[in-house]
């Protein structure tokens, strides 16, 4: 069996702890419009699954968020309420940061063009880590639920399928991950993540 030596990591539910009642919060109070409401015209309308997945660019997402929510919304308080949203898992980022002497390492997240341009503001310590090799699904055109984003992300780090490790926190995601040829870690916590690593001579 071929060594490891590309692992990639999830960002939300696994490098970051991701609170989106929160986020909702901070856009409710910087638009006088109600979480429900906001989650109901941005989330639940499949719009920002489609940004994921590459269908605006930054400034065209953020005129259309603004739309759809029916108040100005500005990159600050988008910005702001992304990270507010969120907090870095300081542990599992110390683990690829491990990981990160002895292979390559990548992260590919569900995410559109404004995070993907502005990390460095939102989670600087990830955009540290990880660099060019902070990966988005809006680049590829495609998210994690289709197992072409696996293969696009491999692509573009030179790296092979059957000698690289994803780990994230989706089951379906974990599962289009195998189906594309990698191995794959169901992230449930620090403990089990560290034995794997441990076991595949990562750390």
Not at 6 to 11: A, G, K, L, Q, R
Not at 161 to 180: C, G, P, Q, T
Request: aromatic share 8%; net charge negative.
């Amino acid at each position: 069996m071929a060594s490891v030596d590309t692992v990639i990591f999830d960002m939300d539910g696994v490098l970051t702890r991701y609170d989106r009642p929160r986020r909702l919060e901070v856009l409710a109070e910087g638009t006088g419009v109600a979480p429900a409401e906001i989650e109901r015209r941005i989330f639940a309308s499949g719009f920002d699954d489609r940004a994921d997945e590459g269908d605006y660019t930054a400034e065209e997402y953020l005129a259309e968020f603004s739309r759809r929510v029916g108040a100005p919304v500005s990159l600050e308080l988008w910005l702001d309420a992304r990270r507010a949203g969120m907090s870095t898992n300081l542990e599992v980022l110390d683990l690829a940061r491990a990981v990160g002497e002895r292979a390559t390492i990548a992260m590919l997240t569900n995410n559109g063009p404004v995070l993907r341009e502005h990390l460095a503001e939102v989670a600087p310590a990830i955009a540290e880590t990880f660099g060019e090799r902070a990966l988005f699904s809006c680049q590829f055109g495609t998210g994690k639920a289709s197992r072409a984003v696996f293969e696009l992300a491999l692509a573009s780090l030179g790296s092979e399928a059957e000698r690289s490790l994803f780990i994230d926190d989706s089951a379906e995601y974990v599962a289009n991950a195998r189906a594309a040829g990698l191995r794959v870690h169901l992230f449930r916590g620090e403990p089990a993540l560290l034995a794997e690593l441990a076991v595949l001579r990562l750390i």
